[in-house]
């Protein structure tokens, strides 16, 4: 099959930005814009049980939800053959043209592998190019993210934009300290702030295409490393991943229940959580059964912070269990569990074997 040149190339942004900066509200913005109404999306989610695709208004065969876990190791895999079928079912006609694609990448993404992908699959190099990668940064929470993970760094690091978001519930001292330490770790990146998540497409296209000469030191070292990383974890023998474990301490898991909820008290099970285990809870998302309601709740929570719920008008599948994905560090699941024994009488499903 003859290549592509790159000026017919389908262009790719990835989105990525650390755990609760607000990556799928963004995206709902954006997919209900014109500019991107033909755009592809693929959607990673860190543990085995996506919730985030639920949560994107477009849904049809152009949404693909990557497995696997944390875009590192085993589904960098999964997004080549991902983009390989995306593209054969394009010239099959099997689904519509899409002219873009956007990848939204787990909050635990480190970019490198990612790039590393698009830039050195031959087959997809040839198909696809990288318009710009856009980081969302929680302004909220941000120095603590990143003075404490290495993975919020390289995403700032390796943007060509910077989103700055929650604005709106931010000063303009602290949003200013944010822009002057973003500054600092990716002076080349445009930072537009953005508030009630409100984001023009055309702030994120046009980017052009992505030169690793013109990023930082660091960054052109991570992506020779992921080189030498690449052929590592191509080794069964010498490379296992578990896609519920990011690292010694951050793992994932997902509690289901049973029963729908009365929701005074599993708001207050949840706050109880937030207020006294919040440094070790990193991000909190599912679909919440309630009482009386014929949708689930939509809960979304970062450390210490629950924000406001929403409500869909109906279950996007045929399952209508309460299921809560928690992204947590050096945290028992039992722990968990407790708070809603104690302030619901609800057991948590046994896991699956």
């Known amino acids: 099959m003859p290549a592509l040149d790159q000026q017919r190339a389908i262009p790719v942004t990835v989105l990525t930005g650390f755990l609760g900066a607000g990556k799928t509200t963004l995206l709902n913005r954006l997919l209900r814009q014109p500019a991107l109404a033909n755009a592809a999306v693929l ?25 696997s876990g944390c875009l590192c190791c085993s589904v960098r895999g999964e997004l080549a053959r991902s983009l390989r079928e995306l593209f054969m079912r394009r010239l099959r006609r099997e689904i519509p043209a899409f002219s873009r694609v956007l990848l939204e990448t787990s909050g635990l993404a480190d970019p490198a592998p990612v790039l590393y992908t698009l830039l050195e699959d031959f087959f997809i190099a040839e198909r696809f190019r990288i318009d710009g990668v856009v980081t969302a940064v929680d302004v909220t929470h ?26 709106d519930l931010s000063t303009p001292d602290e949003i200013a300290g944010v822009a002057r330490r973003l500054a600092h770790i990716n002076p080349g990146a ?3 702030e953005v508030r009630m998540g409100a984001i023009g497409a055309e702030q994120l296209m046009g980017c052009g295409l992505y030169d690793p000469a013109s990023k930082t030191a660091d960054v052109r070292r991570w992506l020779a490393d992921e080189r030498v990383a690449a052929a590592r974890r191509s080794d069964p023998v010498t490379h296992v991943h578990d896609v519920n474990r990011h690292d010694a301490l951050v ?67 045929d399952h209508h269990q309460s299921r809560l994905v928690f992204i947590v560090r050096a945290l028992a699941r039992d722990i968990v569990e407790q708070a809603f024994v104690m302030f619901c009488d609800a057991a948590a499903l046994a896991e699956a074997e």
Not at 147 to 166: N, P, S, Y
């Open 190 to 192: 445009l930072q537009i």
């Open 43 to 67: 959607i990673n989610e860190f543990g085995d049980v996506a919730v985030d695709h639920h949560l994107v208004d477009k849904v049809d065969e152009s949404i693909v939800v990557l497995p």
């Open 142 to 167: 941000a120095n603590r993210q990143l003075g404490r993970q290495f993975e919020a760094v390289r995403q700032v690091a390796m943007a060509d934009r910077l989103l700055l978001t929650k604005c």
């Open 251 to 317: 793992h994932a898991f997902v509690l289901r229940f049973e029963q729908p909820f009365a929701w005074p008290e599993f708001a207050e099970a949840i706050d109880v959580l937030l207020a006294t285990c919040g440094e070790r809870i990193l991000r909190v998302k599912g679909l919440i059964s309630v009482e009386g309601e014929p949708g689930p709740r939509v809960v979304q929570c970062v450390q210490h912070m629950r924000y406001p719920e929403s409500t869909l008008p109906s279950w996007p599948d």
